[in-house]
């Protein structure tokens, strides 16, 4: 199986090897051609040079006098190169290593190559020297002409090509050497990179895999020097890790409420019946027991009939349009109220409304925004205490309709509000006081608010707890 290491290492080795590779073939050919142009300028200019010093000797002097055969060897020996000069029928005179007489003389060049070095006036070619040498040469010929423009012979200059080789050879070596040391300290460097940038990889990985076992506090720590990439991704993971921490703490304390607030009824009803089936109620008390046990399947029903819209509602991802229905909000909240009448009578409570005396029309689900009134208007009855007040208030502001209810009651700690639109969130988790608000009437009240699209606020002080929802106007 390949990992990230593998990946991020091999193939970079590879470039590294053939970029060194292309760079040794270019650099030979350079070098190769650098010298062999340089060689053969050079054993041009030597040719040119003994060429000029046999054509004035030969206008003046015999070819083999001493003084030319002296200066042919001093030429030759500060050039470094060996000369040979034929007459025009290719017959071998002279030879720079030997002037006063070597067994190359009297040995013949062939005519055709004599043609080609009067025609071209220079001849460059490598290899055997028509037999003269053994070694594979650098050669560059030139005719000798006297002063009348007569041709009287050629003179060709040559050096051996393995001085040329030995000097490529030793560039070869140090380039290899340099290359080898060069792919060790890049693959040192490489290895230490490759290796960094996996390490926090494999840190995910395993917090990936603690967090799948169930550490839900499981985290990823990445150093500030790994690449931008990186820390990206261990900052998504992170998030992602805390959101879900988040979504299974509020599962395990829903389906702990859960099974609280439907304990407490199940249980109640049990025993009713029990205590009937038994005998323990007696017969003329049973009417009252098996209202409060009508009274308890009820509040079950609605529990779940809540649960049931806030699921349905998720489903759907808010309201359609053939749902957004034009309404006046003062008459929905009025017929609201009125339902309330006897519990208000029994609190004693005071009612204040303050509501625009023309209609006020908004676009919303009728239902939705009834139930919202309805929440709000039984949350501030069931905590307002006896002879306080209950206020409903309506007004318009720009394109929007302000709806509040206000009740006095103990004044909720900063800290909680916002925790009051939770699902089964009471303030004193160890009681289950006012269960008939079964703790999921706000968190419906503010789940139908945001799939309209609109907000809700809370606030709380001097002892009075305020709700406010905003819908569109459309007047």
């Given at each position: ?275 009937m089936l038994d005998g323990t109620i007696p017969p003329e008390r049973q009417r009252h027991y098996m209202q409060l046990v009508s009274d ?180």
């Amino acid at each position: 199986m390949e990992t990230t290491f593998s990946r991020a290492f091999y193939p970079a080795a590879i470039v590294l090897l053939l970029a060194l590779l292309l760079v040794g073939i270019a650099l030979q050919i350079l070098v190769s051609g650098y010298m062999k142009k340089q060689t053969y300028a050079d054993l041009k200019s030597d040719a040119d040079t003994i060429a000029n010093l046999a054509s004035a000797y030969a206008t003046s002097q015999e070819m083999d006098s001493a003084d030319f055969l002296l200066n042919l060897s001093v030429a030759a020996s500060v050039s470094d190169a060996d000369a040979v000069i034929c007459d025009r029928d290719g017959r071998l005179l002279l030879c720079s290593d030997a002037p006063l007489g070597c067994s190359h003389q009297g040995m013949v060049i062939s005519q055709d190559y004599l043609q080609r070095v009067f025609s071209s006036k220079y001849e460059i070619s490598a290899g055997n020297i028509q037999g003269l040498y053994d070694e594979p040469r650098y050669v560059v010929s030139v005719p000798i002409y006297s002063g009348l423009g007569e041709t009287l012979g050629i003179v060709m200059v040559s050096s051996p090509m393995s001085a040329s080789m030995s000097f490529l050879q030793e560039i070869t070596e140090i380039y290899l050497v340099v290359s080898l040391l060069v792919v060790l300290v890049s693959g040192l460097i490489m290895s230490y990179l490759a290796r960094k940038q996996s390490n926090p990889l494999r840190e995910m990985a395993k917090a990936a895999n603690d967090f799948g076992h169930g550490d839900l506090a499981a985290r990823v720590t990445v150093d500030q020097r790994c690449p931008m990439e990186i820390q990206e991704l261990a900052l998504a993971f992170n998030n992602m890790a805390a959101s879900l921490q988040k979504s299974e703490y509020r599962r395990q304390e829903f389906v702990t409420n859960v099974s609280h607030e439907l304990k407490t009824p199940m249980t109640t009803i049990g025993g009713y019946i029990d205590g009937m089936l038994d005998g323990t109620i007696p017969p003329e008390r049973q009417r009252h027991y098996m209202q409060l046990v009508s009274d308890e399947t009820k509040r079950l029903s609605r529990l779940v009939r809540s649960m049931l819209d806030i699921s349905r509602l998720q489903d759907q991802g808010g309201y359609s349009d053939d749902k957004l229905i034009r309404f006046d909000i003062c008459e929905c909240a009025g017929r609201v109220l009125i339902t309330f009448e006897q519990k208000i009578n029994a609190k004693d409570i005071q009612v204040e409304v303050d509501m625009p005396e023309h209609p006020v029309y908004t676009r919303a689900c009728p239902d939705a925004i009834t139930q919202v009134i309805y929440n709000l208007v039984d949350n501030g009855v069931k905590f307002c205490p006896e002879k306080g007040t209950l206020s409903l208030r309506i007004r318009e502001d720009g394109s929007k309709v302000y709806v509040s209810v206000a009740n006095d009651g103990p004044t909720i700690p900063a800290e909680e509000l916002p925790l009051v639109f939770e699902r089964f969130h009471k303030l004193d988790k160890s009681r289950s006081e006012n269960r008939d608000g079964w703790g999921l009437g706000l968190y419906i009240v503010k789940t139908i608010i945001l799939y309209h699209k609109e907000n809700i606020s809370v606030s709380s002080k001097d002892n009075v707890t305020t709700f406010t929802f905003t819908l569109p106007l459309v007047n």
